[in-house]
């Protein structure tokens, strides 16, 4: 079995990928006033996993053996991504209940 087949197969995977990475697409394009950091560090992690999928076919396609360094380096940084996201989300959260709290403080007074 040549490269073409497992390169057809992995593009057709990023092709079907679409359901995931463009709404995250529209989650980063909705800018910084919209979404909470949290939401676009998950997209952009979300991006960089497909990207990656997709990056994979054409080096598969172009016979390149590079293919498993370049699927470690972009899972690498999707998962960096995907962490920094579930910390600011931490965060978010925190910051969302201290605000609740006073909230509650100020109207009992």
Do not use: F, I, N
């Not at 960089?48 to 972009?74: D, E, K, M, S």
């Not at 940084?77 to 925190?94: D, I, K, M, P």
């Amino acid at each position: 079995m040549g490269s073409g087949v497992p390169a057809l197969g992995v593009a057709v995977v990023a092709l079907a990928g679409h359901v995931w990475y463009v709404p995250a697409l529209l989650e980063l394009r909705a800018g910084a006033a919209d979404r909470p950091r949290s939401s676009r560090s998950a997209a952009a992690a979300c991006l960089v996993a497909w990207a990656t999928v997709a990056l994979t076919a054409v080096v598969l396609a172009a016979g390149g053996a590079g293919w498993p360094a370049l699927g470690a380096a972009g899972g690498a940084g999707a998962v960096v991504l995907r962490v920094r996201a579930a910390l600011q989300a931490r965060r978010e959260s925190r910051e969302t209940a201290g605000a609740w709290a006073e909230l509650h403080r100020v109207k009992k007074a």
